[in-house]
């Protein structure tokens, strides 16, 4: 029998009662932190994930600015796909560039797909210090991994995209090829993120941030739930909560839900009670704070924090994270206040 974890987060994986409701943020580590900013200056991106002790620096940051609890690796959903023969680069300004992406079947075809300790080995590691320096504080590390769709839009459409064009006709026209490269993924993500767990990491997020901006529910059960189903099923003998995060899904989130994960990651857009019926009060919810109302005076940040507390009714499986990543430009106090806060009125 596994025997019940003490920290808050872990606990509120479970449905567990907590103290308080824990907190954590997506891109917690990051531009907005000026000790992020000085790393950024002298290392490249794929340099500060590749050394194994600047991605543990960069991981602990937050933990040592602020009252968070739980860390998130410092990595990137992408570089797994360096390893599967793609190859990526991050681009300031503009952000992760796929040189050589996919353009047919064939190019799928000759995509290898790796064990995570010859490709990944770097996190990996940064996994293994992070979590030597957490275990005496009590927090968890969560580590990661894009969910297959998010990654086969970038690996199609060679960066970032506002109507998924080449991944969606890609997936309309070449279906078996579809069904291929989603094989791969779930095979390389799953090996990935058990990899994670065994290397120390508490918890599991699958970032699946693009299928529910591409896909109508009609698309999304027919091209994506099958693969995340496959993926969260291989999931379950990592002995660890798994999180199923995904944006713009509110038009079909029992679908997602079903995919699989023991929290469901929600975004902004919807109310936080709303959604936690439809994805049922026997999986723990995560969210959904707007994150550009960090931007907002104390007042306004403070009155939509209460809203997402408010939703979550002190019912156990709450834990408390932005609806989609930090933004750059967001005063560090404001981060810092609300943290505090939603410890304080929980407690
Ligand atoms: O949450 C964390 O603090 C852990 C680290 C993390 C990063 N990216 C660091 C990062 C995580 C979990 C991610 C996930 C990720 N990466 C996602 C899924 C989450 C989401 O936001 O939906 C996606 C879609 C990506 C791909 C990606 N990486 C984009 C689109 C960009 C450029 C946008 C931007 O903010 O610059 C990145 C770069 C990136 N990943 C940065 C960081 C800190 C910024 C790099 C820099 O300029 O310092």
Redesign the pocket.
Known sequence: MIAEPTAPFLRACRRLPTDYTPVW???????YMPE?MAL?EKYT?LE??NTPTLAAE??MQ?INAFNLDAA???????PPLIGMGLDLE?V?G???RLNKSIHSAQDVADLVTPPAAEIMGPTLEAIKLVTAELAPRGIPLIG?S?APF?LAS?AIEGG?SKNYLKAKSFMYNEPAAWDQLMNKLVAVQADYLLEQARAGAAAL?V?D??AGHALSKLDYVRYVRPYNTQLFQKLEKAGVPVIN?S?GTSSYLAEVAACGGDVIGIDWQMPLDWAWQQIGHDKAIQGNLDPVALLAPWPELKARADDVLNRAAGRSGHIFNLG?????SVPVDNVRRVIDYVHERTS
């Open positions: 943020f997506m891109r917690q580590a990051g531009r992020y950024k991106m500060r994930i960069i991981t937050p998130i690796i410092f990595s990137d959903i992408l991050f300031g503009v952000g992760p990661f894009g998010t970038y970032g997020q970032f941030s693009w995060f944006t989609h990543g930090l933004f750059p």
